[in-house]
C-alpha cells in the first residue's frame, strides 16, 4: 500500500486547527491499522501561543515541525515539500479536515489504477461550526477546460504522486491561486488524471477565510496564471473573471 504525506500550512488559526489536527491524528491511526503510513508535516509561520499551543498537544502525530517565517502558504507547503516521504502527498489547510472514508477509497482506487500521478474526489463544503452546506464536484478536467471554460479546482480533495511532482517542480510564489496554476502546470506535463465520485476532504468557507473573503485579488491572480498558460480575454472564462474583479472591486 502507497505511503501518504499531508503538509499543514499554518498561521494563527487557533480558531479551527485543533479539529484538523484531531481528523489528522484518527486518519494516522487508521492507515497504521491497515499497515499504510500518513505522514505529517507542520510548516507553522510563528504563530500565536494559542494556534502554538495546538500544535504541541499534536506532537506525538507530527513527523516533521517547522516552526519559522515564511513568504506565506505556498512557501510555507514548498518547506514541506522538501521532507515527503510519501509516494504521494497532499496540503491541508488548518481549517479543512480529510473525509478519512473518502480517504481509504481513495487509497483503493489508487491500488487499481498505479499509473496515477493525480488523484482527486469531490470536497463538501463546511461552515464555521462545521456544519455541511452543500458538495462540489470539478468534474472532468482538462487543460482547455480550465483554461477557456471554468478554472474550477478540487485542491482539498486532491493528491499528487511525489515520483511525478518532483519533475515539475514547486508550488509558483502567488498568494491566492498558486492551486489553479499547479493544477494546471500537471496537466500541461501530461499527468495521468482519476477522478473519483467520492467526498476525499471537507472545505471550510466563511466570511474572513482567504477563499470566503471575496478578495478581488485572488480572480487578478487567476486571470494572470490563465493568460500565462494561453487563455485569452475574449474566452469565455476571461470575460467571466474580468467582470467578477469589476464586480467586487465596485461592492466589496
Known sequence: MAGFSIIVPSFNQDKFIRETLDNLA??????????SVVQIIVVDNCSDKATASHIKSFSHIIDNLFIEKDRGQFDAINKGLKVVTG??????NTDDLIDIDGFFKLVDELNKHPETDYIYGNVSYIDEQS??????SSGKLS???LVHKDASISQPGSFFRTA?????GELAPFHFAFDYEYILRCLKYNAHLLHIQTNVAYFRYYTTS?????DYRFLKEQLHINQQYG??????????LNLRILKRKLFN
Do not use: P
Open 164 to 168: 511525478f511532482t518532483k519533475r515539475i
Open 210 to 214: 482567504k477563499s470566503g473573503s471575496r
Open 131 to 136: 456544519k455541511f452546506s452543500k458538495s462540489s
Open 143 to 145: 487543460l482547455v477546460k
Open 26 to 35: 484518527t486518519l494516522k491511526l487508521k492507515a497504521a491499522e491497515k499497515n
Open 87 to 92: 509516494d504521494y502527498w497532499t496540503w491541508l
Open 231 to 240: 487563455g485569452h480575454l475574449l474566452s469565455k472564462l476571461g470575460i467571466m
